[in-house]
């Protein structure tokens, strides 16, 4: 069982910056694939960033070269540093987990967090 909670969303002008935390519960939590994914108003929660127990990344190409995504296996959390946000970035942000390897499928993921939100504004 993983539990994950969130932190560090908040509301920023475009071109800011923001980072995000999702902090793990658990014993194995290195044996997990972590994602990052988002849900605007009306739309479908979708993949932005994903990091493997072992280091491997992958990031949606919206986000690709401004969003970078870390973990820190010996203290259990996942950052997701977000650089020259933009008015489109706006979502609620949601951690999530899984065994194995990484996936960009959210129906893949096991655990998910409660979601922070991200505001971005002109």
């Known amino acids: 069982q993983v539990q994950l909670v969130e932190s560090g969303g908040d509301s920023v002008q475009a071109g800011g910056s923001l980072r995000l935390s999702c902090a793990a519960s658990g014993r194995t939590f290195s044996n997990y694939a972590m994602g990052w994914f988002r849900q605007a108003p009306g739309k479908e929660r979708e993949f932005v960033a994903g990091?493997?127990?072992?280091?491997?990344?992958y990031y949606a190409d919206s986000v690709k070269s401004r969003f970078t995504i870390s973990r820190d296996n010996a203290k259990k959390m996942v950052y997701l540093q977000m650089d020259s946000l933009k008015l489109e970035d706006t979502a609620v942000y949601y951690c999530?987990?899984?065994?194995?390897?990484?996936?960009?499928?959210?129906?893949?993921?096991?655990?998910w967090g409660q979601g922070t939100q991200v505001t971005v504004s002109s």
């Open positions: 990091i493997s127990g072992g280091g491997g990344i």
């Open positions: 999530a987990a899984r065994p194995g390897s990484l996936s960009t499928i959210n129906l893949q993921y096991h655990y």
